[in-house]
């Protein structure tokens, strides 16, 4: 009798770099998941990941690390875009060995942030006389590209949609959302299904009629039959008798209970229905002192973000001894401050502007005790302790004491700056409204706001710095052909700010590298390019008395 066939080892953990290297250099495809100690295997995708790998395996064509940069990335276990991506790529790489299609440059791709998902939930409210409750898009239907498909039959039903997610249920959740069904048979197998690819979980709302019944959901369900074919194998292999016992081959599942509703709301949306007051929302200020800069910048940044706060605003400054007595006057009287002093004028010295709820005390909580013989003592993994420097007797990191006192120092750090801001004729008439509100949006103060129109000499005048240039009097006939609106605009770090909520001079270059800028979406091309603002503080506070004449922007500080 023949042996059974050697499974394949589809997971190895890799726990040093001379692993990692070896896997690199490995034949075939290979899937990285980095984040198992924080959320686990992705076990919704190990069955696409075992097909991949006997349906591919063999041609030894592709790596996930080509020459060590990454060329794919599929955020969240997705399994049909998984899959795809993963097709495509040994698609290509067949192609080229064929010859048929020359090897691309490969550029390697970077990481960013995610906004948080729930983001979108958080400050509705949850409307009086309106009953709500949760729905769940299946996988095979959100596979089948049917969400819009059932979103729109909830919408003809008379019902309203106050949410939706996509998002792949863990075992544990499905688990906890299922758990009046545990003891029905089969329940391992659908617990199986729900994990095999994404979910579209739905806040579905009516208006509640007399006796407080949650939408009639099931109405609905059971009233499209087109919703609900599926083959009969289709039905015994996922889910068996559970699924035909209990009516669960429908696309979607909702409860139909008050009390199940409400709890599922909260499981899902923790923050719907919550005021978003922003009560709690802070500002402080962090200072990376320049011993630790230097050393170990990027660490301590990315140690700031993992911890939830975001960096709104941030400062390389080297400080003269007068302004480091400035800042830390309070402590003038201290035996260690000749030595603090010593380290501040030592070199650059990163100031930052960390915004997340709370974020006074969360910082100092972070950060540990002031000394550093304490900090090591009763607060080994504190930052203070775990980013000390050898042969330095101060901590490297500070924080501020109080909400009053971060306003202060971010005040010094960050003075309020004033900036020209100009809407551009070609962009006027149809965008005004459209760029103003980005411009609030951002949280800049139009101190100073008036329509004019610029003269040929006026505008010759304006882009004085461009003169000579092959394309000045396009640009100046531009600025000429009609209004303008011209705005000072105040903020800490104001100069920089507007020119980043700009985009670059060219919409095309805007579109690909800042798609949120304003040229990317309101501008002509690159000669109209919807707005206008100053390079530097210096030529900002030029511009300003050039447009508005002599003004006293110390009192629009203080507005």
């Known amino acids: 009798m023949a042996s059974k066939k050697k499974e394949l080892q589809l997971q190895a953990v890799l726990t040093t770099q001379s692993q990692w290297e070896e896997m690199v250099l490995t034949k075939g495809v290979t899937v990285i998941d980095v984040y198992q100690a924080w959320c686990g295997p992705c076990k919704a995708v190990v069955n696409l990941f075992r097909k991949l790998k006997n349906e591919y395996g063999e041609d030894e064509l592709l790596q996930f690390a080509v020459d060590g940069k990454i060329i794919a990335i599929v955020r969240g276990a997705n399994a049909p875009l998984l899959s795809k991506t993963v097709i495509e790529l040994v698609e290509e790489e067949r192609k080229i060995v064929a010859g048929e299609i020359e090897r691309p440059e490969v550029k390697e791709l970077v990481f960013l942030e995610e906004k948080n998902s729930d983001a979108f939930a958080e400050g509705s409210q949850l409307d009086e006389g309106v009953a709500y409750t949760v729905a769940i898009i299946k996988p095979d239907a959100v596979t089948d590209e049917r969400v819009e498909e059932v979103k ?9 949609i106050a949410a939706a997610e996509e998002k792949i249920l863990t075992e544990e959740q499905i688990r906890e959302f299922y758990s009046h069904k545990t003891e029905q048979p089969d329940f391992e197998d659908f617990v199986q299904f729900m994990m095999s690819g994404p979910c579209h979980i739905l806040i579905v709302c009516q208006k509640q009629a007399a006796d407080d019944n ?7 369900s059971e009233s499209d039959e087109n919703l609900l074919e599926e083959s009969e194998s289709q039905k015994l292999s996922r889910l068996g008798e559970v699924l035909e016992n209990e009516n669960m081959l429908n696309v979607c599942d909702v409860q139909d209970s008050i009390e199940e509703a409400s709890r599922q709301l909260a499981f899902f949306f923790p923050n719907f229905g919550k005021k978003k007051t922003g009560q709690n929302a802070e500002r402080t200020l962090a200072l990376i002192r ?12 990315q140690r700031i973000k993992d911890d939830g706060f975001t960096i709104v605003m941030q400062r390389e400054v080297v400080l003269t001894e007068e302004q480091a007595r400035e800042f830390y006057k309070e402590h003038e009287n201290e035996d260690y401050f000749p030595t603090l002093l010593e380290q501040m004028t030592s070199g650059p010295t990163l100031a930052l502007a960390l915004v997340r709820e709370n974020a006074v005390q969360r910082w100092r909580d972070l950060l540990g005790p002031k000394t550093l013989e304490e900090a090591k003592e009763k607060c080994p993994t504190s930052l203070r302790a775990e980013y000390a420097i050898d042969n330095v007797p101060l901590n490297q990191l500070h924080g501020s004491s109080s909400p009053d006192q971060a306003q202060k120092e971010l005040d010094f750090f960050f003075p309020m700056e004033h900036t020209l801001a100009v809407i551009k004729p070609s962009a006027l008439k149809e965008h005004k409204d459209d760029i103003i509100r980005e411009v609030t949006n951002a949280g800049f103060i139009v101190s100073k706001m008036k329509e004019t129109c610029f003269t040929h000499e006026m505008a010759e005048q304006f882009y004085k710095n461009h003169e000579g240039k092959p394309f000045f009097d396009q640009l100046v006939n531009c600025m000429s052909e009609g209004p303008s609106m011209v705005m000072i605009l105040s903020k800490e770090n104001a100069v920089e700010e507007w020119r980043q909520l700009m985009g670059p001079a060219d919409p095309e270059a805007a579109k690909m590298c800042s798609p949120n800028s304003i040229r990317a979406q309101f501008a002509q091309d690159i000669l109209r390019n919807a707005v206008h603002g100053s390079s530097n503080k210096e030529h900002a506070l030029k511009s300003i008395e050039y447009v508005f004449g002599e003004i006293n922007l110390e009192s629009l500080s203080h507005k």
């Open 152 to 160: 729109q039959k909830i919408i003809e039903a008379g019902f309203g």
């Open 214 to 220: 949650i939408p009639n959901w099931k109405e609905l």
């Open 290 to 301: 320049p011993s630790l800069l230097k050393e170990n910048k990027s660490t301590v940044l």
